[in-house]
């Protein structure tokens, strides 16, 4: 797989880290190649936090073809979500007109070449937003792999529209990381917790990641300050305390386990 910048790894930027070959993200990855591959459409869904948009973003920087993507935004109209499209597929030109007009200069723009489009946050798509990515896909003139991407809640809008789920390709949940699987990959991800008990990395994951990937990053780069501050190596049971504090992360009741 191409390589992927530290930032792509995270809002945080946390230098060194492995992309971990979670079983979502290798699902991801074939999951858009087929879809790239066949003009299809695929969508991508989960609760926050469980890496739907950096699997995405990674399948597509491994496929030689332009990628366009768009954020869905709150409140989008039918002309306000062409717009955005049109926007972005030109490169920035505003074009004028109204929607019918629009909607046409979108499909010729669509299909004056192969392309990718990944649309993210699709759990904020309406209906009438559905319904104009439907009808581009479905246009003969255009030639373009749609990937919807979303989180809380997206599979519930997607679904609600049997036009649009009859027509997905490829269908791929992303769920938090089960105890086993996080025992397995997490010393993996970064070396301040490569050398980690087990104990401790199964603490962190009880008392504040719960299986996703965004927590263990927050957690992995709060650690990271506090062992270069103390000159350690790897992340132990003290580390893990002083982190879950400046995590805001509460003490356990007494008498009950941690």
């Known amino acids: 797989m191409a390589p992927l910048t530290p930032n792509a790894l995270h809002h945080l930027g946390l230098e060194g880290a492995a992309v971990l070959q979670t079983p979502a993200f290798a699902l991801a990855q074939r999951a858009v190649a087929d879809c790239i591959a066949r003009d299809a459409m695929g969508a991508f869904y989960g609760a926050a936090g469980n890496g739907k948009t950096f699997a995405v973003r ?66 904020r798509l309406k209906a009438e937003g559905i319904e104009i990515l439907r009808h581009l896909h479905d246009d003969e003139e255009t030639r373009f792999a749609l990937l919807l991407v979303g989180g809380n809640g997206c599979w519930k809008v ?18 938090a990381l089960p105890p086993r699987v996080v025992a397995q990959l997490m010393p993996r991800f970064h070396p301040v917790i490569a050398g ?28 990271l300050d506090i062992c270069t501050d103390a000159g350690r190596a790897n992340v132990d049971a003290d580390v893990a305390e002083n982190a879950f504090r400046l995590l805001g992360v509460q003490q356990p009741a007494r008498g009950r386990r941690a």
Not at 97 to 108: C, D, P, S
Not at 158 to 175: A, D, N, T, Y
Not at 203 to 221: C, E, I, K, Y
Request: proline fraction near 4%; aromatic fraction near 6%; charge should be positive.
């Open 58 to 123: 990674a399948a597509t920087q491994t496929i030689d073809r332009e990628v366009i993507r768009l954020d869905c935004q709150w409140g989008m109209t039918y002309r306000g979500l062409v717009e955005a499209l049109l926007e972005k597929v030109t490169g920035g030109l505003l074009l004028r007109g109204n929607r019918n007009q629009l909607e046409r200069a979108l499909i010729r723009e669509l299909a004056d070449r192969p392309l990718t489009l990944v649309v993210d946050e699709a759990q």
């Open 158 to 175: 997607l679904s609600s529209q049997p036009m649009l789920r009859s027509r997905l390709h490829r269908v791929v949940e992303f769920k």
């Open 196 to 223: 980690s008990p087990p104990e401790v990395l199964k603490l962190v994951d009880r008392r504040f990641a719960h299986g996703s990937l965004r927590n263990w990053t927050n957690f992995v780069v709060t650690a």
